[in-house]
Nanobody
């Protein structure tokens, strides 16, 4: 069983930065592929970024490339999402997700989900 707890969300002005964290309770954290998804009000949950078990491979949604960075610290059982140059359209609930499978961007590939953390970008 894997439990995920996100933190770091909040209110930020457009152009600002936030770093989200996701702490996992999993004895085999270093075997997990980890991802971030987000869901804006009234919209479908969408892929943001994912990172392989070793951290050696990452994948981003096109609209996040160059602005967001996913990383992990296997010693701390934590995955991060550094978000820079935030835009109004980045406002959403951000979810951490995990799978013992391969690096993928489909929501259905992830078996474990956190409760989400709200990110609000203001003008």
């Amino acid at each position: 069983q894997v439990q995920l707890v996100e933190s770091g969300g909040g209110l930020v002005q457009a152009g600002g930065s936030l770093r989200l964290s996701c702490a996992a309770s999993a004895r085999t954290f270093s075997s997990l592929t980890l991802g971030w998804f987000r869901q804006a009000s009234g919209k479908e949950r969408e892929f943001v970024a994912a990172i392989s078990w070793s951290g050696g491979n990452t994948y981003y949604a096109d609209s996040m490339k160059g602005r967001f960075t996913i990383s992990r610290d296997n010693a701390k059982n934590t995955v991060y999402l550094q978000m820079n140059s935030l835009k109004l359209e980045d406002t959403a609930v951000y979810y951490c997700a995990a799978t013992y499978g391969a690096l993928r961007y489909y929501r259905s590939n992830y078996d474990y989900w956190g409760q989400g953390t709200q990110v609000t970008v203001s003008s």
